[in-house]
């Protein structure tokens, strides 16, 4: 019987392996994701605080719709003999979705290991676990998504540092959403320290580069991403974050296809993916189904992601939401909160009822209708 492995528990590895089962149907294709957890982290929300909430069982998606969860990690992956090696087992395979997801880039600085991060589920519980009864002082480093987010939620319980190495807040949302996001930082009173960077951490206190020293009862990284070097593992060209490129079927080698934060693809003219769940759900489906049809005699389909918009939570300032790839403010306070909440609503995949899963798994492009 021919097999799909799937490597990566993340939104992308459950979506494939949900839209390969459902051009499967009653025919005879063994499907198995390879992941070492028990669940699915819905890592958006890791910043909120329950983190432990940001969890959905692997066995309520994958088991109703027949799928094998091979509890292990990946460390080979060897393409021309199409296997793997999970935790020293070696399996075998027909195509191969690699959707291992991405890491946060540590700094090699002295006392790094002191820091937290918002990057995983066993990271936030650190960080909440280290808060908790204190009221003391926060210092964010890095002014992206999640720096924001953990930034204005934390602004409610003691003083909070933004640390950007960059001359302006949000370097990467562009010049669109700034203004609201240094009204609502202000609001907040969330201080913020430009142009500069943590250089080394010691006890209760972060080192920057221009100095000073600034009081810190923990310091949280937040500062940028990079794929999982599984992909150096995989013939073909990546580009700066280590993301494999791929084709518009997302095939990134002969019968391996990429989805997720490993990947590269191409989201519109002159536009690649970003590394978000609103690209790796959709990649997710394409690169699942498209590893099924190529097995099955069953047209590929292109990925075609729903138009880009961005939703940053402000914590008790509310939310920016915007639209296009220039992030034009559409909503922002109450109502781009809301938005932000019916987004972290809506990236919960449906479990337990087989039907449903399919369903949604056949709804590659879902866009926000805001």
Partial sequence: MAHIVIVGGGFAGVWSAAAAARVRGTRDLRITLIAPGDDLVLRPRLYEPEPERATVALKRILEPVGVE????????????????????????????????????????????????????????????????????TTVVVGAG???????????????????????????????????????????????CRLGTTVTEVTEGSAMLADGTAVPADAVVWTAGLEANPL??????????????????????????????????AR????????????????????????????????????????????????????????RGWDRLVALHGAEGKWVKRWIMDKIHPPVDDAGTILTHAGMVTTPIPF
């Fill in 231 to 264: 992909t150096s593992q995989i013939p073909g060209e990546r580009d700066h974050l280590g993301r494999l490129k791929v084709d518009a079927h997302l095939r990134a080698h002969d019968a391996v296809f990429a989805a997720g934060d490993v990947a590269a």
């Fill in 145 to 191: 998504f999640a720096g924001l987010e953990i930034a204005a939620e934390l602004a409610g319980r003691g003083r909070v540092v933004l640390v950007e190495r960059a001359g302006e807040i949000a370097p990467d949302l562009g010049p669109g959403p700034r203004p609201v996001i240094e009204v609502a930082l202000e609001r907040l009173g969330v201080e």
């Fill in 69 to 136: 969860h091979m509890r292990a990690a990946v460390q080979d992956i060897d393409v021309h003999e199409r296997t793997v090696t999970a935790d020293g087992r070696k399996v075998g395979y027909d195509r191969l979705v690699l959707a291992a997801g991405s890491r946060l880039v540590r700094p090699e600085i002295p006392g790094a290991e002191r820091m937290f991060d918002v990057d995983t589920l066993p990271g936030a519980l650190r960080l909440r676990g280290h808060l908790r009864g204190r009221d003391g």
């Fill in 267 to 322: 989201a519109e003219e002159g536009r690649l993916t970003m590394q978000s769940c609103q690209h790796a759900t959709p990649m997710g489906k394409t690169a699942g189904h498209n590893a099924a049809a190529d097995l099955l005699g069953v047209p590929l389909i292109d990925f075609a992601p729903a138009p880009y918009v961005t939703d940053v939570d402000l914590g008790a300032a509310g939310a920016v939401y915007t």
